[in-house]
């Protein structure tokens, strides 16, 4: 079965750094474009970055400038490097296709996602 497992959130300060990183498995998705996508407390789900097949990097204004997504399609795997971090960053952060569930991961497909807690 095809899954997507992000790792590599945890608590930091304003201002601090984090690297969160997505594995994927069962499936050869380099020929998708891959999604980093957050949801807080009591708000939707948003798109924060879109990476292509090729490692070009989109990214939501709110995130613009300090996130950087990539990826490594030979390790099945894509990163999102966070800088100058918010509080308002604060969320549990998901990666999947963009657009999401493409593919052997199915329409309804999310999986455990990674909590990132900005605080002082």
């Known amino acids: 079965q095809a899954q997507l497992v992000e790792s590599g959130g945890g608590l930091v300060q304003p201002g601090g750094s984090l690297r969160l990183s997505c594995v994927a498995s069962?499936?050869?998705?380099?020929?998708?474009?891959m999604g980093w996508y957050r949801q807080a407390p009591g708000k939707q789900r948003e798109l924060v970055a879109a990476?292509?097949?090729?490692?070009?990097?989109n990214y939501a204004d709110s995130v613009a400038g300090r996130f950087t997504g990539s990826r490594d399609n030979a390790k099945n795997t894509v990163y999102l490097q966070m800088n100058s971090l918010k509080p308002e960053d604060t969320a549990i952060y998901y990666c999947?296709?963009?657009?999401?569930?493409?593919?052997?991961?199915?329409?309804?497909?999310w999986g455990q996602g990674t909590q990132v807690t900005v605080s002082s």
């Open positions: 999947n296709t963009h657009p999401p569930g493409l593919g052997i991961l199915g329409r309804d497909y």
């Open positions: 069962g499936s050869d998705f380099s020929i998708y474009a």
């Open positions: 990476i292509t097949s090729g490692g070009r990097g």
